[in-house]
Nanobody, 119 residues
Framework: QVQLAESGGGLVQTGGSLRLSCAAS????????MGWHRQAPGKQRELVAS???????VYAPSAKGRFTISRDNAKNTVYLQMNSLKPEDTAVYYC?????????????WGQGTQVTVSS
């Protein structure tokens, strides 16, 4: 019902930058929350950043100060600017969209994009 198309991952050196994009299409509510989780091999999935249509933002402590999330509500697109990348940022980054009633939320996930930071 909702499709998420991710792009922007790649291979960069320590200290480099990447910009991730995620565009949602389908039956999208006017009020929703979008962002990224990441999963590294052998590690637990963690929230990286999120932003809802009311401009509320959440960052992981490791991302705060280096990453910036933004969105274009008219395009249902969210962006993650990642600066000062470190090897520990290496992971698959999964875009998500969450919408619906509090007691019946609908969550959707993108296909994932690989971010690799070398040193």
């Amino acid at each position: 019902q909702v499709q998420l198309a991710e792009s922007g991952g790649g291979l960069v050196q320590t200290g480099g930058s990447l910009r991730l994009s995620c565009a949602a299409s389908g039956s999208i509510f006017s009020g929703n929350d979008m962002g990224w989780h990441r999963q590294a091999p052998g590690k637990q999935r963690e929230l990286v950043a999120s932003m809802d249509t009311g401009s509320r933002i959440v960052y992981a402590p490791s991302a705060k100060g280096r990453f910036t999330i933004s969105r274009d509500n008219a395009k249902n697109t969210v962006y993650l600017q990642m600066n000062s990348l470190k090897p520990e940022d290496t992971a698959v980054y999964y875009c998500y969209l969450s919408q619906g009633y509090r007691l019946n939320p609908h969550n959707y996930w993108g296909q994932g994009t690989q971010v690799t930071v070398s040193s």
